[in-house]
């Protein structure tokens, strides 16, 4: 009978640390910008390697771009990357936050346009295949 605990233990500790790592890991391997919440999409998801950005843009904080707003104002030092985009902007306009697509595009765009670098046209973000 210890025998089967020790093993269930063990089990219980793997899955653990198995979903524990993926969420963290799944950023890492985020090749491009697709989000379930737009159903219709009239162009390709935006091609978007996370970690190669985020290395050649020299950021370190994940709340630059994953960022929480209470009450009208951003949380400095909290970050978001637990949830969607999605979960807070939604794709129709009407709500708190302003709609996804304009998120996107205004978060991006105005970072590479502020900084010089980066794509900021249509198809430099958006690219087939």
């Known amino acids: 009978m210890k025998d089967v605990a020790v093993a269930f233990s063990i089990g219980v500790l793997v899955l653990v ?11 890492e391997d985020m090749v491009v910008l697709q989000d ?3 159903k219709h999409r009239q162009r390709p998801a935006a091609v978007f390697v996370h970690e190669q950005h985020n290395e050649k843009a020299e950021l370190d904080e994940c709340s ?4 929480v707003y209470e009450d009208g104002k951003k949380v400095d ?13 939604k794709v129709k306009s009407g709500y708190q936050a302003r709609p996804l697509m304009k998120a996107y ?23 087939p295949g």
Not at 110 to 118: I, L, M, N, P
């Open 64 to 67: 630059v771009c994953h960022h």
């Open 17 to 27: 640390s198995v979903l524990a790592f993926v969420p963290a890991h799944s950023l």
């Open 36 to 38: 379930s919440a737009f």
């Open 105 to 127: 595009h205004d978060l991006c765009k105005s970072c590479h346009q502020e900084s010089r670098v980066g794509p900021i046209t249509c198809g430099e973000c958006h690219t």
């Open 77 to 89: 030092d909290e970050s978001s990357e637990d949830k969607r985009c999605s979960d807070c902007h």
